[in-house]
């Protein structure tokens, strides 16, 4: 069975600091792997996808992901935040199934606040 | 074009009541998903379905919860005899046809139950 853990469910850093928001995943199949972002009353948004391909993905507003199967991780990052990157992240995962359904075992968010 | 929609945006009912909660899916799409997620809570997978077959309900918490999806488009969730622990934002999602296509989801529906 597929799991998803987020490290931290709040996680606050400076304007212009390095955002980091740690996930690990459990998948007995090669998985597919999700960032998405939720901004306040709003629905989630995909920032960026893992497919097998390049195990560094970049996704939009300047994240990017990399995926390390040493370490079943799967960590957001971003040079420098900005005050509009506030808001809930969420990880993902979804297993590889041929025939059957794949759906996605979300992670339990992790807050993110900018500190001006 | 046009997103996924749900609606309605909000709803306050009383204990005991039904309620029917909409999501229209992105045209096209083939999946469309329901989760629930509560306060302080991740997104709790409901129901799945993909085109014609089967529906996943394999995470509808209860009996009280049912879904059906018409003519392989909109949707409706419905909570019978609502208790106070189903408060919470039900959010739709839609994809083209399987899990690991991207998701897109609607605003949700905030269920308030008194």
């Known amino acids: 069975a597929q799991s998803v853990t987020q490290l931290g469910s709040h996680v606050s850093v400076s304007e212009g600091a390095l955002v980091l928001l740690r996930c690990n995943y459990s998948?007995?199949?090669?998985?597919?792997l999700f960032w998405y972002v939720q901004y306040p009353n709003q629905g989630l948004q995909l920032l960026l996808k893992?497919?097998?391909?390049?195990?560094l993905v970049k996704g939009i507003n300047g994240f990017e992901a990399e995926f390390k199967k040493s370490e079943t991780s799967f960590h957001l990052t971003k040079p420098s935040a900005h005050m509009s990157d506030a808001a809930e992240y969420f990880c993902?995962?979804?297993?590889?199934?041929?025939?059957?359904?794949?759906?996605?075992?979300f992670g339990t968010g992790t807050r993110l606040t900018i500190i001006p | 074009g046009a997103g996924v929609s749900q609606s309605p945006s909000n709803k306050v009912t009383e204990k005991g009541k039904d309620v029917e909660l909409r999501c229209d899916p992105i045209?096209?799409?083939?999946?469309l998903y329901w989760y629930r997620q509560s306060l302080g809570q991740g997104l709790e997978f409901l129901i799945y379905?993909?085109?014609?077959?089967?529906?996943?309900k394999s995470g509808l918490p209860s009996d009280r919860f049912s879904a059906e999806r018409t003519g392989g488009s909109v949707s409706t969730l419905t909570i019978q005899r609502t208790q106070q622990e189903d408060s919470a934002v039900y959010l739709c999602?839609?994809?083209?046809?399987?899990?690991?296509?991207?998701?897109?989801f609607g605003p949700g529906t905030r269920l308030t139950v008194l």
């Open positions: 993902a995962v979804s297993e590889i199934k041929v025939g059957g359904n794949e759906k996605l075992t």
């Open positions: 045209s096209g799409h083939t999946a």
């Open positions: 893992y497919t097998s391909a390049a195990t």
């Open positions: 998948s007995s199949v090669p998985p597919y």
């Open positions: 379905f993909q085109g014609n077959s089967a529906p996943d």
């Open positions: 999602a839609s994809s083209l046809s399987r899990g690991r296509d991207t998701q897109y």
